[in-house]
Each structure stands twice: as C-alpha cells, then as structure tokens.
C-alpha cells in the first residue's frame, strides 16, 4: 500500500509546481488539449493563492447501507491538506488540491484534484457555489489501493474567505452495503 502512496503522492508536484518548471510544450504530441491543461493547471499553481483544507465528516446513505454496516463504518473523515485557487474576473474558481484523510473504514485515503467552482453572487462576503472535481484517489478497499481516477460534483456554501464544501460519492451498482456517501469538508482561502 505504501508504495502506491507514494506514486499518487508523487503527482502533487505536477498539480501545484510552478508554471517555469512545466514544459507544456512537451505535451504538443498528445495534442492541443494537452498542452492547454497544462497551460492552466501551471497558471493555477504559479498565480494562485494557497489554501487549507479540512476534513470531518462522511455520510452514508441509510438508503443503500443497513444500520448494521453503518455501525461499521467510519463518519469522521479526519484529514486535511493544501491547495491553491485562482478567481476570474467574474470571481469563479479554478482549484488544486491535495487531501488525506480516513476513509469509511479508517484507512488513509489520498485525493489529488481539480476543481471548478461558480459561485453566486461571486462578489458578495456570503455565497453559494457549484461545479465539478476530477482527480485520482487512492483507497485500501479499492483496486488493492492502487491509484484511480474521479469525476464528482461539487457544492461550497462560502462566507468571506472560509467555505464549507462537498461532493457526492453515488453508488456504481444496486447491491446494498456499497451505496451513496456524501463528503464534507472545509477551505480556508489565505487570500
């Protein structure tokens, strides 16, 4: 398990590096949108502003799991980590993150991101936001704990610099005890 840790923890550096040390020009061969990924992950992690995340709490949907393995299984998703955020001019958020924290069984469970946030009314001290996050986690239970890839929604209640975010974990299949868990957290925006 160690050593897929750290290979994923390996990719940090890839997310939050600063633009001059990225060659985006190396991934013309791939194509454009390569090299524009790139491009803007390199912007993010070199212009942006740094952040700290906080993680406390897993729900599991007591549609999909019995109370009996929802006795088993873990609801505080302790953990944390950093990332940076860059806001656009209309106050919209481009995130990378970096996060671990204990899975619902207890285990550490590494998340490396991206994130797009919209938030409304972006220039207000209180807002609300939506988007999405793609990234790769890496989980004891999943795979052996080999690293694999997320697509999730993303929701954020904000007030000034701090927000209460989460995302939604839905079941892939209908066998009961592998269900819908919901995932909150917290980010504080040092500027």
Known sequence: MKRHWFAIAALLPVLVAPAQAADCDSFSGVGDWATSVCTHFGRIASEGSWDMYLTGYTWHDPHT?????????????????????????????????????????????????????????????????????????????????????????????????????????PSLNSSLNSGNVGFLFGRYEFK
């Open 65 to 169: 799991w019995t109370d009996e393995k929802r006795a088993e299984l873990n609801a505080n998703a302790w953990g944390g980590g950093f990332g940076k955020h860059l806001t656009d001019e209309q106050g919209n958020q481009d995130i990378l993150y970096g996060m671990v924290f204990a899975d619902s069984h207890d285990h550490p469970e590494l998340m490396l991101g991206y994130g797009k946030l919209w938030l409304w009314p972006s220039a207000s001290q209180l807002s609300v936001g939506a988007g999405y996050t793609v990234g790769l986690t890496s989980r004891n239970d999943i795979i052996g704990g080999l690293p694999f890839p997320f697509i999730l929604p993303l929701v954020a209640l904000r007030y000034r610099r701090v927000s209460v975010m989460g995302t939604f974990i």
